[in-house]
């Protein structure tokens, strides 16, 4: 089961990849949308999967169902929630093309500028924020 500084180095690394596909898309804002929410997401997900990791009995999901049926069910969660599942529902179209009005193209779906604003300056910053404070309360004791 990974640890929290695992879950830590994959957020790092997600952010790395997150700052290349955004330096790009400044020129080009749709080229990689689909791989921004997808990797954008992924970040999240293992900035929750950290903050599972620091409770006091470790939790770690093993699939995408059993982490947002906590997310969804703990209350101490409800914020990450409300986030998050915007982040994995969009990453579900950007990867496998399901969205209800059956576009075909990720890009024709959603665009770039709105893949930056909604999902990366306002979910992923607000999960980041509070995986923040939730990281300062379990260092405080």
Known sequence: ????????????RNQKVLDCLLEHDEHSPSD???WVITVAFYKALHLVEA???REKRSFHSADHYERNQRLKSIKKY????????????ESLVARYLV?????????????????RTTFIDHHLRQIE???ATMKADAEKG
């Open 1 to 12: 089961m990974p640890n929290f500084e695992v879950h830590e180095a994959a957020v790092a």
């Open 99 to 115: 969205a209800s009005n059956s576009e075909t193209n990720f890009n024709t779906y959603l665009s770039g500028s709105s893949v």
């Open 78 to 89: 409800e914020h990450i929630w409300k986030h998050y599942r915007p982040l994995f529902e």
């Open 129 to 131: 924020n509070s995986c």
């Open 51 to 53: 903050a599972f990791s």
């Open 32 to 34: 990689f949308a689909h």
